[in-house]
């Protein structure tokens, strides 16, 4: 079973750059399909990018298409979020997920119900 922490959060200004870490224990990340999510206060959480188990596949929503690159690094077991160009809208508290390569989702907008496993959260804030 996988366990994931994020790193990486911070308080920026709108335009600016921040990159999130998601490093995984206890399996390796070539063995899942992985995505990252956002919750700002108020609202559902929301599906931001995801990438397939080998990195084949990788799929942003809208709003953050062209600002936002998804990656791993199989090496070092670790998925990242590089978010540039930043907007006030992104300001959210960010998640990593997992599902296991038997179970990835069909490409599309991440859904929280397809991941089994969660890290804890880093904040991103983004002042205009």
């Known amino acids: 079973q996988v366990e994931l922490v994020e790193s990486g959060g911070g308080s920026v200004q709108a335009g600016g750059s921040l990159r999130l870490s998601c490093a995984a224990s206890g399996d390796t990340v070539s063995r899942y399909c992985m995505a990252w999510f956002r919750q700002a206060p108020g609202k559902e959480r929301e599906g931001v990018a995801s990438?397939?188990?080998?990195?084949?596949?990788?799929f942003y929503i809208r709003a953050v298409r062209g600002r936002f690159t998804i990656s791993q690094d199989s090496a070092k077991n670790t998925l990242y979020l590089q978010m540039n160009s930043l907007k006030s809208e992104d300001t959210a508290l960010y998640y990593c997920?997992?599902?296991?390569?038997?179970?990835?989702?069909?490409?599309?907008?991440?859904?929280?119900?397809?991941?089994?496993?969660w890290g804890q959260g880093t904040q991103v804030t983004v002042s205009s």
């Open positions: 990438i397939s188990n080998g990195g084949f596949s990788i």
């Open positions: 997920a997992a599902a296991p390569r038997g179970d990835c989702p069909p490409s599309g907008p991440p859904s929280q119900y397809q991941y089994n496993y």
